[in-house]
């Protein structure tokens, strides 16, 4: 699912930036390119969401979400990991899985929700 949203991301960013990459053109994987720096995003954030409890994931994701420029999609993927999230909890509380499992997806939703809240308040 993470490869997806990178797949996604990538592509937007191509049509949003008009991009062309060809054989002879390096520059896809120049420091400076707009391709480049969107997967340096997407990494900092897909890295964030592992970490919830890392006071830097926060704002890690509150950086790139209120830049008007991503704000749509890191919101959607936000929306749609926390679908993702809410749907595991509401199955752990119908199988009476272990608590501390409950807790992870507890503490992820409340996170999720958090860094929502933020980017849209900005």
């Known amino acids: 699912m993470k490869y997806a949203y990178l797949i996604s991301f990538t592509l937007a960013a ?11 053109d390096n520059n896809f ?6 391709t480049y720096q969107i997967g340096v995003m ?4 897909s890295a964030a969401l592992t970490k ?9 994701i509150s950086q790139y979400g209120t830049d ?4 749509v999609m890191i919101r959607g993927w936000l929306v749609q990991e926390l679908a993702g999230v809410q749907s595991q909890l509401d199955a752990s509380y119908a199988t009476e899985s272990n608590s501390e ?12 929700q ?9």
């Open 14 to 24: 191509s049509l949003l930036g008009s991009i062309q990459v060809t054989a002879k």
């Open 29 to 34: 994987y120049d420091e400076s390119s707009q």
């Open 42 to 45: 997407v990494e900092a954030i």
């Open 52 to 60: 919830p409890t890392a006071p830097e994931s926060l704002v890690t």
């Open 68 to 71: 008007s420029r991503y704000y």
């Open 101 to 112: 499992n409950k807790q992870k997806f507890i503490d992820k939703v409340a996170f999720l």
């Open 114 to 122: 958090q860094a929502i809240r933020r980017i849209d308040l900005e």
